[in-house]
Antibody, heavy 116, light 112 residues
């Protein structure tokens, strides 16, 4: 069974760093793109970027380039979203997702709150 | 970058009645391999999104056949033939043809 299990909710202060994770199981992790999606409170879905675990090829949406880093650790089948300087505007729920052949899978979401 | 525009943004529907959501892209979504990568997602409050339709008109496994997708080029439609109570939530289109990928603003379906 394919599963994407995300790390738990985080509360951080502006200027802090953060790394959230998406742990995959039930499929060949290296062979399928992982997508990250942001959803700010009460707002719509925003495509942040993707990474291909096989070669760590990462692509970003224009609003997220330089603001966040997407990475993977193939040894433990995990994808990450990393901030070095959090802002209040990073407060959101973050989802990871993958498409495998004709099926689509999403994590449960990680809520990040950035507040002084 | 490709802009996805949905309409309407709010859709009150009576149970058992049909509903349609339009999605237009600022560029054609026809890819060089002959496929058009337009997906539809549904998100209920407090839940993760779920894909309903991929490549314009293909229903995902487990999606009721009252949901259908149509369109081509840059003009697409999601149709629900008879709305049921479980269909409430927000519907998003998303293009997977051009980089970066992009979502529509979302259409909130509610029961009248």
């Amino acid at each position: 069974e394919v599963q994407l299990v995300q790390s738990g909710a985080e509360v951080k202060k502006p200027g802090e760093s953060l790394k959230i994770s998406c742990k995959a199981s039930g499929y060949s992790f290296s062979n399928y793109w992982i997508t990250w999606v942001r959803q700010m409170p009460g707002k719509g879905l925003e495509w942040m970027g993707v990474i291909f675990p096989g070669d760590s090829d990462a692509r970003y949406g224009p609003s997220f380039q330089g603001q966040v880093t997407i990475s993977v650790d193939k040894s433990i089948n995990a994808a990450y979203l990393h901030w070095t300087n959090l802002k209040a505007s990073d407060t959101a729920t973050y989802y990871c997702a993958t498409s495998i052949t004709v099926s689509d899978y999403w994590g449960q979401g990680t809520r990040v709150t950035v507040s002084s | 970058d490709v802009v996805m525009t949905q309409s309407p943004l709010s859709l009150p529907v009576t149970l058992g009645q049909p509903a349609s959501i339009s999605c237009r892209s600022s560029q054609s979504l026809l890819y060089g391999d002959g496929n058009t990568y337009l997906n539809w997602f549904h998100q209920r409050p407090g839940q993760s999104p779920r894909r309903l339709i991929y490549k314009v008109s293909n229903r995902d496994s487990g999606v009721p056949d009252r949901f259908s997708g149509s369109g081509s080029g840059s003009d697409f439609t999601l149709t629900i033939s008879r709305v049921e109570a479980e269909d409430v939530g927000v519907y998003y289109c998303m293009q997977g043809t051009h980089w970066p990928r992009s979502f529509g603003q979302g259409t909130k379906l509610e029961i009248k």
